[in-house]
């Protein structure tokens, strides 16, 4: 397990709560609007280990009892259950976000009902189209298998979720939208839960990355055509822009 050194005090992150966010070192994708863009490789990156990490977030918890886990891609990293698992025994409510990889660990942390929330990225619609600016691995042959797996076990958990897209008219044009909106309708309509979908739309903000592409982030004019789709789903999605 490998953390970055910063955590950071958040009041957005964590519905609910203000909380102390921790990222862990090494993501499987690379996409282009990433924000945490040097924990995506991990090899060669010096970071802190649970003991450290641990020892960072007790003393807060009387302040901040409560911890997001991002990244980077957490479910990757061999001991998220184990750790998070600590993290509930010391009292802390905890979330994690996640791009969906790997349903595996999803399952275990929800099969141990460790979490109090869970985000999961939807960056593209779930079919076989080949995305490049979200890196190599997004189009692998089971991506779509994985992360459509991931999104029923979250939607049919009963915790507090929230599936979201940020959004570069690049990379995440009005179509592929329409397309998340049915995948995300598809896949949740059997579960249980008497609540919508909660569904959030994040702005992308300019990096270094998407400048150098010359990627622009969404104006009005495309957030008004977006909220123009979700209109057409309003029986599951409770859209959420920001
Ligand atoms: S999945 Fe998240 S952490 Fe990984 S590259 Fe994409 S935006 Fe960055």
């Given at each position: 397990m490998?953390?970055?050194?910063?955590?950071?005090t958040?009041?957005?992150?964590?519905?609910?709560h203000?909380?102390s966010?921790?990222?862990?070192?090494?993501?499987?994708?690379?996409?282009?609007?990433?924000?945490?863009?040097?924990?995506?490789?991990?090899?060669d990156?010096?970071?802190?280990?649970?003991?450290?990490?641990?020892?960072?977030?007790?003393?807060?918890?009387g302040?901040?009892p409560?911890?997001?886990?991002?990244?980077?891609?957490?479910?990757?990293?061999?001991?998220?259950?184990?750790?998070?698992?600590k993290?509930?025994?010391?009292?802390?409510?905890?979330k994690?976000?996640?791009?969906?990889?790997?349903?595996?660990?999803?399952?275990?942390?929800l099969?141990?009902?460790?979490?109090?929330?869970?985000?999961?990225?939807?960056?593209?619609?779930?079919?076989?189209?080949?995305?490049?600016?979200?890196?190599?691995?997004?189009?692998?042959?089971?991506?779509?298998?994985?992360?459509?797996?991931?999104?029923?076990?979250?939607?049919?958990?009963?915790?507090?979720y929230?599936?979201?897209?940020?959004?570069?008219?690049d990379?995440?044009?009005?179509?592929?939208?329409?397309?998340?909106?049915?995948?995300?309708?598809?896949?949740?309509?059997?579960?249980?839960?008497?609540?919508?979908?909660?569904?959030?739309?994040?702005?992308?903000?300019?990096?270094?990355?998407?400048?150098?592409?010359?990627?622009?982030?969404?104006?009005?004019?495309?957030?008004?055509?977006?909220?123009?789709?979700?209109?057409?789903?309003p029986?599951?999605?409770?859209?959420?822009?920001?």
């Amino acid at each position: 397990m490998k953390f970055a050194p910063n955590i950071i005090t958040s009041f957005i992150d964590f519905p609910g709560h203000i909380c102390s966010t921790i990222f862990m070192i090494g993501c499987n994708l690379s996409c282009v609007y990433c924000h945490n863009r040097e924990l995506i490789a991990s090899s060669d990156k010096p970071g802190l280990d649970e003991f450290d990490i641990l020892n960072e977030l007790i003393p807060r918890k009387g302040i901040f009892p409560a911890v997001n886990i991002t990244g980077g891609e957490p479910t990757l990293q061999s001991g998220l259950v184990d750790f998070v698992l600590k993290l509930k025994l010391y009292g802390f409510a905890v979330k994690i976000d996640t791009n969906g990889y790997n349903p595996e660990t999803i399952k275990e942390l929800l099969d141990h009902k460790c979490l109090d929330y869970i985000a999961m990225d939807i960056k593209s619609g779930l079919d076989a189209t080949h995305h490049p600016h979200l890196g190599d691995h997004y189009s692998s042959v089971n991506r779509v298998k994985d992360i459509r797996q991931s999104a029923y076990l979250i939607s049919h958990s009963g915790i507090p979720y929230e599936f979201r897209t940020t959004v570069f008219p690049d990379v995440t044009p009005i179509s592929e939208i329409r397309k998340i909106c049915k995948d995300i309708l598809q896949i949740s309509e059997s579960s249980q839960s008497e609540k919508k979908v909660k569904y959030c739309l994040q702005k992308g903000n300019e990096v270094p990355m998407t400048k150098k592409l010359g990627f622009l982030p969404p104006d009005e004019a495309f957030m008004k055509q977006a909220e123009a789709v979700f209109k057409e789903y309003p029986q599951l999605i409770d859209v959420v822009v920001r």
